[in-house]
């Protein structure tokens, strides 16, 4: 079976603290996809990063960057020197590679608070 | 910019009503996706097309339908809307093929009494 947990319901920081997400996914597979969704308030998912399951490589994106490590079956997100903007829920996802029509496995998310 | 328009952010309807929920998407892309959002649940898939008059049913099809005749439009039906399908809705499409992101509506909230 596939699963995502974010055991972090809620967090909050105050602005310009450093926080990260964690994210622990199962799968059986060993080739598989894993993306961060942001929501903001307005509600629209935005699609924030891909990573493949070849490819441990951690990387960064201005004040974005995300750890992934295959023996911890951990896709961690962490946003340096938070802002007000990236108040927003955060979800952490899998997919398979065995299909085209490979279904997208959603954690339950966590909700950010940057307070000013 | 891809686009995903949903056609109501808020609706109300009665229980035992039949409702229509609608997603257009300007980007031709093959899939697309329904979803709905619960506090704690995170998104759960209703339904998927992977193209024009496919379907394939997602982890909690019971109680809704789809119908997809167009390309860029999906539509989410509640035959007889109950009130614990109050929730939610995100429509998503996304290009056909492995590991690609999806693209999402802003979501329709709605509430059934």
């Known amino acids: 079976a596939q699963k995502v947990t974010q055991a972090q319901t809620e967090i909050s920081v105050v602005e310009k603290e450093d926080v990260t997400l964690d994210c622990v996914y199962e799968t059986r597979d060993t080739t598989y996809y894993l993306f961060w969704y942001k929501q903001p308030p307005s509600g629209e998912l935005v699609f924030l990063i891909r990573?493949?399951?070849?490819?441990?490589q951690n990387e960064i994106s201005g004040r974005y960057s995300w750890n992934f490590q295959k023996s911890t079956s951990s896709f961690n997100f962490t946003i340096t020197a938070s802002q007000v903007v990236d108040s927003a829920v955060y979800f952490c996802a899998l997919s398979n590679m065995k299909t085209s029509y490979d279904k997208v496995i959603f954690g339950p998310g966590t909700s950010l608070s940057v307070i000013p | 910019d891809v686009k995903v328009t949903q056609s109501s952010r808020y609706l109300v309807k009665r229980t035992g009503e039949k409702v229509f929920l609608e997603c257009v998407q300007d980007m031709d892309h093959e899939n697309m996706f329904w979803y709905r959002q619960d506090p704690g649940l995170g998104l759960r898939l209703i339904y998927f097309s992977y193209d024009v008059k496919m379907k394939e049913k997602g982890d909690i099809p019971e109680g809704y339908s789809v119908s997809r005749e167009k390309k860029e439009r999906f539509s989410l039906i509640l035959e007889s809307a109950s009130t614990n399908q109050t929730s939610m809705y995100l429509c998503?499409?996304?290009?056909?093929?492995?590991?690609?992101?999806?693209?999402f509506g802003p979501g329709t909230r709605l509430t059934v009494t």
């Open positions: 998503a499409s996304r290009v056909a093929g492995l590991g690609y992101e999806q693209y």
């Open positions: 990573r493949n399951s070849f490819d441990e």
